[in-house]
């Protein structure tokens, strides 16, 4: 059963809703809102509910955690802002850090794990020195994972740094170059906003693009409800003016995103509500990402076995070709029979 | 989860969900005098789930799941479930906890006053706070010190305590009531749970303000070292699972414990040494 996944959503797009739950019912919303990385989020959301006196106390743990998170975020932002300054290259912040920076609401509460940057793809060299010189080390190391990163990804394999312990993307563009869809990552650049600290954040539009191509045309959807949240924010603060769904629309075509952008209002307005009323029903396709969405029960368990598979699998297939695809497995397997 | 147990210990509540029986039943009867979660809502959840299909079965091992997990976790034989259900609930609270600045540390109170004894493991700490705990002290944990950053104050965690190998023959008068199963052969060697006496149990939601803090050191000739603030400092904030998380709250709270709190490092050659040496250290130091 995947109810609590539902209850999530349904909490966090209606929050008088959780006036009708019981002991069982909170335990299972505050766990599936845990595993989701949404229970800052859930917290904010609940401000002036009634909510028992244990929940509260999680909610508020979970509030302060997503301060301090926010702190370390912007740190790590101005550490990676200082490493790179003497090279005068635009550095745009992107996913959570970007929110936060930026003051959006799709930053309340919103949980930072790595810190991601994209940069000017002909300026990476620089960027890595920049970045080894001041502390930040390699973390894969095998020469394959390297290759892999440096031929077929949209960026850098990743660093982390020596006594901060915080990992850093670094991206020169949002999907991978062996993706179909192909992003134009100078118009990403060109178009971003300049921030008081001199950082930079996507522009309105291409936020938007990036959360709903890192959600439908990269991953296997894991973690895809916060994903999907961040889009519904970001809507939500965006369509105060008029014409933003039509210029998105407009964007996404250019960046030949126009697919994951329209699953992506589609699934937002279904799933969160998302005041769309020019967008219209779930495909069947659709319904597959929701219920792939919302498979995690009241224990945190993820379920449906059978479709995260499929959306696993799927995730290599839209990243690589198939002929490169089945090289990369071949190689991988190897390593893992070596490595065991 | 097929089987499922809640409890509160201290201001903590767990729910341990598992696919085997046998774990629940050997923990809701280690715990049975304890409370249900404030609320019936749980903090924290633990599964003990099969590493794969087919270990629910055949040479099962409890994987140990939860709210918060360690991948490198290993699992253990479903004979020492119980011991994996403990571990899950330990692994919750050095993870997960951001209400208190969590210390490894055993602690026991008299008169509102707690004694906090910390130090590497092997060092003694639950082996003497247990002593303790039956010679007039209340026994506030043996695993985690809760210092809350608001108040200073420190909550009691008193969950059963894991005596390991010669410990378990410290406590020669205890009745069977109080002893868990003997868990022969696990990772640690041979394991025996102490059930806390029922003063720790009906009291533990009486905090108690820090008085004295002793490094214990089991297996040395009996000495008393003073000890600077700066190496307290830095000694607790290694003893500490959550201390950089905590961020800001973590350093004020941690730097205001230091600063009123009298400290000594302490070595022990056994326990009878070690009981009188605290009672001496209490009168002469406890603020």
Not at chain 1, 264 to 280: C, D, F, M, V
Not at chain 2, 68 to 92: C, W
Request: aromatic content about 8%; hydrophobic content about 45%.
């Amino acid at each position: 059963m995947s109810r609590a996944a539902r209850l999530l959503v349904d909490a966090l797009r209606d929050p008088e809703i959780v006036a009708g739950l019981d002991a069982e019912g909170w335990t299972a919303l505050l766990s599936a809102a845990r595993a989701e990385q949404l229970i800052a989020s859930l917290a904010y959301r609940l401000e002036g509910q009634a909510v028992p006196e244990a929940a509260a106390a999680t909610l508020a743990d979970a509030k302060r955690a997503a301060e301090q998170g926010a702190v370390q975020a912007l740190w790590e932002a101005e550490m990676a802002r200082r490493a790179l300054d003497p090279l005068a290259v635009p550095v745009i912040l992107l996913k959570g850090t970007a929110f936060i920076a930026a003051g959006l609401d799709a930053g309340k509460g919103r949980f930072v794990g790595d810190l991601d940057i994209l940069v000017e793809r002909e300026r990476l060299p620089d960027v890595e020195r920049a970045l080894l010189a001041a502390g930040w080390e390699w973390v894969k190391d095998s020469s394959y994972d390297m290759h892999y990163y440096r031929s077929w990804m949209h960026e850098l394999p990743p660093l982390i740094h020596r006594d901060r312990d915080r990992m850093i993307d670094v991206h020169h563009t949002i999907l991978p170059p062996t993706a179909r869809p192909k992003p134009d990552a100078e118009a990403l650049i060109a178009d971003s906003m300049s921030l008081p600290n001199g950082m930079r954040v996507l522009s309105p539009a291409d936020l938007v693009i990036h959360a709903a191509a890192h959600l439908f045309a990269d991953g296997d959807l894991a973690g895809g409800l916060r994903n999907l949240w961040d889009i519904d924010r970001l809507l939500r603060e965006f369509t105060l003016r008029p014409d933003f769904i039509a210029a998105l629309l407009d964007r996404a075509r250019h960046h030949d995103l126009e697919k994951a952008v329209r699953r992506a209002l589609r699934l937002s307005k279904h799933l969160y509500g998302t005041p769309l009323p020019q967008i219209g029903r779930l495909s069947t396709a659709d319904r597959l990402h929701r219920r792939r969405l919302l498979a995690r029960d009241g224990w945190a368990r993820p379920t449906h076995w059978f479709i995260r598979q499929a959306f696993y699998i799927r995730s290599h297939w839209i990243r690589m070709p198939p002929l490169l695809l089945a090289r990369h497995l071949l190689i991988k397997a190897r390593m893992h029979r070596a490595g065991a | 989860m097929r089987h499922s147990f809640s409890v509160r210990i201290g201001p903590v509540g767990f729910r341990i969900g598992s696919v085997w029986k046998g774990p629940i039943q050997a923990l809701a009867e280690l715990y049975r005098d304890y409370p249900a979660p404030l609320d019936g809502i749980a903090d924290f959840t633990v599964r003990l789930e099969p590493d794969d299909l087919f270990r629910r079965w055949l040479r099962p091992s409890v994987g140990i799941r939860g709210d918060y997990i360690l991948p490198e976790a290993a699992p253990l034989a479903l004979r020492h479930g119980l011991l994996a259900a403990e571990m899950g609930m330990n692994l919750q609270m050095a993870l997960g906890q951001r209400r208190y600045l969590l210390l490894h540390a055993a602690v026991v109170e008299r008169e509102g006053r707690a004694l906090i004894l910390t130090g590497e493991s092997g060092a003694g700490k639950s082996t003497l706070a247990a002593l303790l705990g039956e010679r007039g002290w209340r026994l506030m944990g043996d695993e985690f010190a809760l210092v809350d950053p608001a108040t200073g104050l420190l909550h009691a965690f008193p969950r059963v305590v894991s005596l390991k190998n010669e410990a378990i023959d410290l406590f020669p008068g205890l009745t069977a009531e109080r002893w868990g199963p003997p868990l022969a052969g696990t990772p640690k060697g041979k394991i025996r749970h102490l059930r806390p006496n029922s003063e720790a149990i009906v009291r533990m939601a009486e905090p108690a303000r820090p008085a004295l803090l002793l490094f214990p050191r089991y297996g040395f000739r009996e000495e008393v070292r003073e000890i600077g603030r700066a190496e307290v400092f830095v000694r607790l904030t290694q003893a500490s699972t959550n201390y950089v998380n905590l961020g800001e709250a973590g350093f004020t709270a941690l730097t205001s414990f230091v600063s009123k709190t009298p400290a000594r490092a302490v070595d022990y050659p056994d326990g009878p040494a070690a009981m009188a040496l605290v009672e001496r250290l209490w009168q002469e130091l406890a603020g």
